[in-house]
Nanobody
Framework: QVPLVESGGGLVQDGGSLSLSCVASGLTFSSYAVGWFRQAPGRNEREFVAGISRNSASVHYGDSVKGRCTISRDNAQNTVYLQMNNLKPEDTAVYFC????????????????????WGQGTQVTVSS
């Protein structure tokens, strides 16, 4: 197992910002691509938000957050970050980070079935 722990969620007003973190332990973190997904209330599927390659060379964003989110990582700290700006009520969801030993390009890692390792999630609520 690859323990992943998300933090940074919370309640924010429409137009506000949040920075999420995902800390991994027990692995060679620099060998893993990491993705952020979200699951909105009442939805069964997790929507791809952003992904980053193991060496930060490539990033990819979901259409619903493009231009409002930035993903980054610090392999020395085993941490991936997701900066979210101009948040909207429709961004309300539980946000999960996930990891996969990378051998595919990041733009092919946009579905939850690509990722074997998941965190427990952090709640983001955007009020109107």
């Amino acid at each position: 197992q690859v323990p992943l722990v998300e933090s940074g969620g919370g309640l924010v007003q429409d137009g506000g910002s949040l920075s999420l973190s995902c800390v991994a332990s027990g692995l060679t973190f620099s060998s893993y691509a990491v993705g952020w997904f979200r699951q909105a209330p009442g939805r069964n599927e997790r929507e791809f938000v952003a992904g980053i390659s193991r060496n930060s060379a490539s990033v990819h964003y979901g259409d619903s957050v493009k231009g409002r989110c930035t993903i980054s990582r610090d392999n020395a700290q085993n941490t991936v970050y997701l900066q979210m700006n101009n948040l909207k009520p429709e961004d309300t969801a539980v946000y999960f980070c996930a990891a996969v030993a990378q051998w595919r390009p990041v733009h092919e890692l946009t579905t939850q079935d690509r990722y074997p390792y998941w965190g427990q999630g952090t709640q983001v609520t955007v009020s109107s």
